[in-house]
């Protein structure tokens, strides 16, 4: 067969010309109709009426803009005949670690734990992790050389707690340096919360302070005469400086120092996070030297805490002395400040909204906040109870002949929430059990002279643990660095995980006790740990505070001696 072929040869015939087109479905009218001629079937009324109702719709399309009244009636005269009874209730199920259950743990982990005796030596064998590079050693280096005339006095506010005055005395101390300006002695500002109108001298050796710095920063305890004339004797007639937080070093050079160099004299209020945390290393240095070499606690307090850490030691004796401290913050306005909800139904609620109001006005109840304690408590920012202390203590191998030390203010409900914390571990002691009523008096009305004593107790303890975040955990971190070869020796718990693991009630001890040791195991880890951008070296004082120590000319070092 042939191809078709479109030209004709000869001695063919010309194709015919192809059909002309159909007419439009619409105007083409069958006169046989669909079927032909004798094949018309025969159609019922209820077929002729939706063969009509099919034509209306496809002639008139707008008529499906109707189709969505339609389906919602018929399902509203559906739904009016179904009887909601039989329908299954839908229940809210809490998310994962959003729910307070650790009593109900601890009453089923109770029996396996008290049985388990694998663990007694935890205290002499938890810091295994060694730092590979070296151990490090404070090189806090002084200056030998006098002082160049100063440019002026600078007066400052420090404000906060303890801690947060600290920081603001070792930034005056290196703003000072940098400026060759003479630093007066920082005033305490005296706060609302914290309730103290101790003084630099009441907390600190203040003779001491001025002997350390004597060579690098000049410092005094009062402002000459002659300038306070030009004031009328009122400081607050001195020139203010309002700085911004976290300012810069060469801030204080281009805006500050001029005004110091016409004034003679300046203040700054309030002063604490007035300083950049990164700075030059001649600016760290003062700030090294403030923190760890010459602030120095008065002697009433350092001689009750030494004091109070011997008494630890005995207490401790069959572990060769070694103890654990814990800082707990599970105070009345901690816990109303966490907006975190625990176990003590109708009346924790009533006592935690007065906390509220008493110490933030209107803060927690403005409108349009909305406050989750569920999603709190999963983010792990919620204040750890006694309770779960205990259990995350017990599961990271310290038994109950662990001494341990508990630095914290006043505990809520401290009868109820600290008797399972005194069953895991009986020879428990704070510093109002550690100390007679006549020695704590002198220090009992004032929270930062008493914060003081619990930190040079944990300072010397063997293991920190730390619970809540806060300047005191930082700040102790740092120094135990500084004292301890760059190792915290600080047990830091991972709160987002263990709120999951005290909200799951299918878990066992053995499992149980397998996070907590994976958990310590991580915080020795983490014991050696370098400065990096952002980082206070009053956390983190390697390597601006600290020197690395090479292994190998230890060694030498030490045969040689030999």
Request: glycine residues 6%; proline residues 7%.
């Amino acid at each position: 067969m042939h191809p078709y072929n479109r030209i004709p040869s000869s001695g063919q015939s010309t194709p015919s010309p192809p059909p002309s087109p159909l007419r439009s479905p619409r105007l083409r009218r069958s006169k046989q109709g669909r079927f032909g001629a004798g094949q018309q079937p025969g159609r019922t009324f209820a077929q002729r009426l939706t063969w009509l109702i099919l034509s209306v719709f496809l002639r008139r399309q707008g008529i499906f803009l109707f189709a969505p009244l339609i389906y919602i009636s018929g399902m509203l005269l559906y739904m009016g005949t179904v009887s909601f009874d039989v329908v299954p209730a839908i229940t809210h199920r809490p998310a994962p670690g959003s729910v307070y259950r650790s009593p109900q743990l601890y009453a089923k982990l109770r029996p396996e734990m008290d049985s388990d005796n694998s663990t007694s030596d935890t205290i002499s064998t938890v810091w295994k992790h060694s730092y590979k590079g070296g151990q490090w050693q404070p090189c806090v280096n002084k200056s030998s050389g006098g002082l160049l005339e100063s440019n002026g006095y600078i007066y400052v506010e420090a404000n906060g707690g303890l801690n947060q005055q600290r920081t603001s005395i070792g930034n005056a101390v290196a703003v000072a340096g940098y400026l060759n300006a003479t630093l007066v002695i920082p005033n305490f500002h005296y706060h609302s919360v914290w309730r103290d109108p101790s003084k630099f001298k009441d907390i600190y050796d203040e003779d001491y302070f001025i002997t350390t710095l004597e060579n690098d920063v000049q410092v005094v305890n009062s402002i000459p005469e002659y300038i306070m004339e030009r004031f009328d004797h009122n400081m607050s007639n001195v020139y203010n400086f309002r700085i911004k937080a976290w300012s810069s070093i060469q801030y204080y050079r281009d805006a500050v120092l001029p005004k110091l160099l016409e004034e003679k004299i300046i203040r700054i209020s309030p002063f604490a996070n007035r300083l950049s945390i990164d700075a030059p290393p001649a600016v760290q240095r003062l700030r090294c030297l403030a923190n760890y070499e010459a602030l120095k606690f008065s002697s009433p307090i350092l001689t009750l805490a030494e004091s109070l850490v011997a008494r630890m030691k005995n207490l401790s004796a069959n572990n060769g002395g070694k103890y654990v401290s814990v800082h707990l913050r599970f105070e009345e306005d901690m816990v109303a400040f966490s907006c975190c909800v625990f176990d003590g139904g109708e009346e924790e609620i009533q006592d935690m909204n007065a906390a509220r109001e008493r110490g933030w006005r209107g803060k927690f109840t403005k409108p349009g906040r909305v406050i989750r304690p569920g999603a709190i408590r999963i983010n792990g920012k919620c204040p750890l109870t006694p309770l779960e202390v205990g259990l995350m203590l017990r599961g990271m191998g310290f038994d109950k002949s662990t001494s341990i030390y508990l630095a914290s203010g006043k505990i809520y409900k401290s009868e109820k929430t600290m008797a399972p914390l005194f069953e895991m571990f009986p020879l428990l002691q704070t510093k109002e059990m550690l100390a007679s009523a006549e020695e704590l008096a002198p220090f009992r009305n004032y929270s930062s002279r008493m914060a003081a004593i619990d930190y040079t107790v944990c300072l010397h303890s063997e293991v920190f643990v730390t619970t809540q975040g806060g300047n005191f955990p930082h700040f102790l971190m740092g120094h135990r660095r500084y004292l301890y070869g760059g190792h915290s020796k600080t047990v830091r718990p991972d709160k987002r995980k263990l709120a999951l693991l005290f909200d799951n009630p299918k878990i066992g001890w053995k499992s149980f006790k397998r996070q907590m040791l994976n958990m310590r195991t991580h915080s020795d880890a983490k014991g050696f740990e370098l400065k990096r951008p952002n980082d206070s070296i009053y956390t983190f004082p390697c390597p601006d505070c600290m020197c690395r120590v090479d292994n190998k000319s230890e060694d030498s070092r030490l045969s040689s001696v030999t």
